[in-house]
């Protein structure tokens, strides 16, 4: 036995010799990078129909294969900023950190993306510390809550700082000008933010436009004509959300004529939009118009899919009694200034 052991061993051990050594061949740079851009494209596909994970998944691929790849390291960092959960807005901000000198200014206005989401926490936090809702191991909740506030400070004003950077270069860019006015709002100034809207809205108008333009070719295919709805809605949501925005921080600065002038131009864009009749309502109600305002009361009602006794309903119909009662008393117009 022992004798055919030992006439077997050198056969083993060839063996073994020969597997340690049938290892894969090295890739080429070349092969390298064709694997790496196969990885990013998909990613970027991924991302661009909303599978978050797929998409993080491709780009961490790719970077074992080239940790240097700035393209997909940008790509992971919109995914993990999409994705919205607080780990995934610090690894995206210490990503967009790492890259933002790299030429291009769109991980810039990611950092200034991550950096107002993450003062967003810190302000929920400190609220919910404040009043109770999340206990703290601080050994004073009260001084905990105020640090927090001053971490959403720092990060608010940064963000601010790099969305004003790039609309310095690019003041186009319509991610930078969105985020500038969000910001502004955030941070309280609420004219600047008003602003900013007004700029927006004032770009978006074209390129919505221009996407309408393309829709009426008698050349385009099915998958184009899909393409165009698509950022054809894309905007149009966009630009009435942004005059919802404007009109709700004119009203607070007792602006209500402007107010009324951008939701008007939200209702041409959206007549079927519940929402902007009952925003609407508010801004008549608080100027007296009590037979305009209930008009736009019903018309909410007749719009919205709430339930009776959701809040907003019942909100809706206490809003129209209080419009009939002062008609009744005579402090209300009864018929008001024309639109």
């Known amino acids: ?9 050198p056969a ?23 694997i790496v851009d196969r990885y990013t494209e998909t990613a970027q596909q991924y991302l661009m129909m909303g599978e978050l994970d797929r998409a993080e998944g491709q780009t961490i691929k790719a970077l074992e294969i080239d940790p240097t790849n700035v393209k997909c390291k940008m790509i992971r960092a919109w995914t993990l900023q999409k994705r919205g959960k ?57 001084a905990r809550s105020k640090q927090l506030l001053g971490e959403r400070d720092r990060a608010w004003t940064e963000s601010s ?15 930078a000008r969105n985020g500038a006015m969000r910001i502004c709002a955030l941070l309280g100034r609420l ?20 996407w309408q333009k393309r829709m009426v070719r008698p050349e385009i295919t099915a998958k184009d004509e899909q393409l165009y709805r698509e950022r054809i809605d894309h905007f149009r949501e966009l630009e009435v959300m942004t ?16 107010a009324l002038d951008r939701l008007e131009g939200a209702l041409a864009l959206d007549p079927e939009r519940a929402e ?12 007296g118009r009590n037979e305009k305002a209930i008009a736009d009361i019903d018309q909410y009602l007749h719009r919205s899919t709430q339930t009776y006794d959701h809040p907003d309903i019942k909100r809706a119909y206490r809003m129209r009694k209080e419009c ?16």
């Not at 036995?1 to 061993?9: E, F, N």
């Not at 050594?21 to 990078?33: A, Y």
């Not at 902007?276 to 100027?287: C, D, F, M, T």
């Not at 009939?324 to 639109?339: P, Q």
């Open 324 to 339: 009939e009662d002062a008609l009744r008393a005579g402090t209300g117009s009864s018929s008001g200034e024309g639109r």
């Open 1 to 9: 036995m022992k004798k055919l052991v030992r006439a077997l061993l």
């Open 161 to 175: 700082e790099h969305y004003e950077a790039v609309l310095k270069d690019h003041a186009d860019d319509v991610d």
């Open 243 to 258: 005059r919802v925005h404007a009109a709700t921080i004119l009203h607070e600065l007792s602006k209500d004529e402007q």
């Open 86 to 142: 607080t780990q995934d807005i610090l690894v995206a901000e210490r990503i967009f950190r790492e890259i933002r000198n790299e030429g291009d200014y769109r991980a810039l206005v990611g950092l200034a993306e991550c950096l107002e989401r993450k003062g967003v926490a810190y302000d929920e936090a400190s609220r919910d510390i404040a009043s109770g809702k999340r206990v703290s191991e601080a050994a004073d909740p009260a």
């Open 191 to 210: 004219p600047e933010s008003v602003d900013h809207a007004d700029k927006l809205i004032a770009q978006i108008g074209p390129t919505r436009e221009f």
């Open 276 to 287: 902007l009749y009952g925003r609407r309502a508010e801004i008549e109600k608080s100027l």
């Open 12 to 34: 083993f051990l060839a063996l073994a010799s020969a597997c340690a050594s049938d290892k894969p061949p090295e890739l080429t740079q070349e092969q390298k990078t064709r």
